[in-house]
């Protein structure tokens, strides 16, 4: 007899909730793997079985993201965090300077790692306005022969995400997309390079994901370490060394689920109504609830917000908790409220918040 398993409502900014019928699937192939007699954990990485896992995760990804075929996808270590200084090691020549466009505290720490590289500017910044907003396209300040420009796509920690990307013309754009990749379709060939830590809507953590495009990755500077240049994972299909493959099995077959569910579009589609069922809690609520972020800029995987004062942000945050919400408490680097609505968090429960918030509301009004 199946047991019914109870589920949290989670809501957590990542690691984050994962399809519950990957789950399964993982649990019921955890101890024979496809008839192997191990876990996919216990397979050699250069076996037959797990070079199947491995490519069908890239192609997935390919399929899904509609990647061109002048992209390479790469599996990486060291989470999204390390990309912030593999790209200026990697793409910051001498003599040239990189754009970096402040979002949030995740650009602050990318363009921080640049300095140790070389020449970084900021080619525009919302900090003033306490990162509530994205710059608009027209703000973007950068120069033509600058090495590339970075942006952030979705800002975890504030809540706001590019709704259109610039067009840099031939200064590389560069992406951490992190917190929103596969939430909506992409044009992937606007980017150079695109980075993801998978534990938000890709999979477990461990995994990073990096879209390079062929001709950008072929002007990287050499004379860095092996492990940290692109092109070492790039001709060695992500197994130059042993790469994290439960982390990547998982990934493929999130990417599976997320197929099933019909793609890319009807992923976005119902993370619109998702986020909308939380917006609509605050916009309705007469200034009750305060969002963060600028109508214009609103993420739709992270929604921020406070309430009108703190004392009830304590007692809203304690009843949200004991009502089985888990994640809501803002990043502590800013407090307030968060809700991580990312593709694996079931519609129901950002209906079963969004009720939720209503109720308080009328409670303690
Ligand atoms: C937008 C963004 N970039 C980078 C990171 C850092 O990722 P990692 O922990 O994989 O290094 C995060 C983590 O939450 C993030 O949200």
Known sequence: MKLQTKRAYNFNAGPSALPIAVLEK????????????????????????????????????????????????????GGASLQFSMIPMNFLQPGKQAAYVMTGSWSEKAFKETALFGEAYQAASTKEDKYRSIPKLDELQYKQDDAYVHITSNNTIYGTEWKEYPNTGD??????????????????????????????????????????????????NSNIPTMLKYSTHSKNNSLYNT??????YMLGEVLNWARELGGIE????????????IYDA?????????????????SLMNITFNLKDEELEKKFLEQA??????????????????VSTYNAVPYEACQAFSQFMVKFQKENN
């Open 26 to 77: 993982a649990q019921q192939e955890l101890i024979d793997f496809r008839g192997t007699g191990m876990s996919v954990m216990e397979l050699s990485h250069r076996s037959k079985a797990y070079e199947v896992v491995h490519n069908q995760a890239i192609s997935n990804l390919r399929e899904l993201l509609s990647i061109p075929e002048n992209y390479e996808v790469l599996f990486l270590q």
């Open 171 to 220: 200064v590389p754009l560069i992406a951490d997309m992190s917190s929103d990749i596969l939430s909506r379709p992409i044009d992937v060939s606007k980017f150079a390079l695109i980075y993801a830590g998978a534990q938000k809507n890709l999979g477990p953590s461990g995994v990073t994901v990096v879209i390079i495009r062929k001709d950008f990755l072929e002007q990287a």
């Open 243 to 248: 790469p994290p493959t439960f982390g990547i």
């Open 266 to 277: 009807a992923i976005a589609e119902l993370n619109e109504k998702k986020a909308k069922l």
């Open 282 to 298: 605050i916009d309705s609520s007469e200034g009750y609830y305060i969002g963060h972020a600028e109508k214009d800029s609103r």
């Open 321 to 338: 908790k004991q009502e089985g919400f888990v994640g809501v408490n803002g990043h502590r680097s800013i407090g307030g409220c968060r």
